[in-house]
């Protein structure tokens, strides 16, 4: 069996799992438990993807290597299970009305129009991910930039609606998480120092990425 099918297998199940929790444990408020179980879920994917691409090789980038092609599916699924909270929250919470959505921004953060990072941030995850499968040579050859732009960014929007505007679990599973991605992404940077990085036409490309050695 290929690695993908396992890895969608397990996700399945996994999801299968998350949405049907509230009816077998007949939650009092299973709106509540598939919003947050769903973002929980979303979280780790996003973590286990997060980690590989921290530890890919150039080359492998391109998703022809087994690592390469886990981090996309991991990638790939988070993306999808985020898509999935995202519908439970509107469902559930806001009655699928953007107003309410937006209300309950400024409730929790004092600015509803910060809903529209939260836009922002599903609108780069999804480009990010149909480049990757539709130019996987074109995504691994794409200056380093890129990728710490929009890696901050994503991490930031995590740290913020999980440590800053969450509690319990979620808060302490986000914190775990960033501190862990920010010490790889540290010594990542450190060995790279130990070695001139190749360049491509005088910016910097994804061996910036690549750990000495590697």
Known sequence: MSLSRVVLIIWCVLLAAVLAGPTLIASSDPGVDLTRNTIRLALGCY?????????????????TSRRGELARWCWTLGWATYLVHLTMAFHHYHGWSHVRAVEHVRS????????YTSHLFTLLWTLDLV??????????????W?????????????????????????????????????????????????????TTEGRPTRAEWTPAGG
């Open 47 to 63: 973590g286990v993807a997060a980690i590989l691409m921290l530890l890919l090789h150039p080359g492998e980038w391109a998703a």
């Open 108 to 115: 929790v953060s004092g600015v509803g129009e910060g809903i």
């Open 131 to 144: 480049w990757w499968w539709l130019r996987p040579a074109s995504y691994a050859a794409r200056p380093g």
């Open 146 to 198: 890129i990728d710490r732009g929009l890696h901050g960014f994503m991490l930031f929007m995590v740290f913020n609606a999980t440590v800053v505007y969450e509690e319990g679990f979620i808060r302490w599973a986000g914190l775990f998480l960033t501190e862990g991605l920010v010490r790889l992404w540290v010594l990542r940077v450190a060995c790279r120092s130990e070695r001139p990085a190749p």
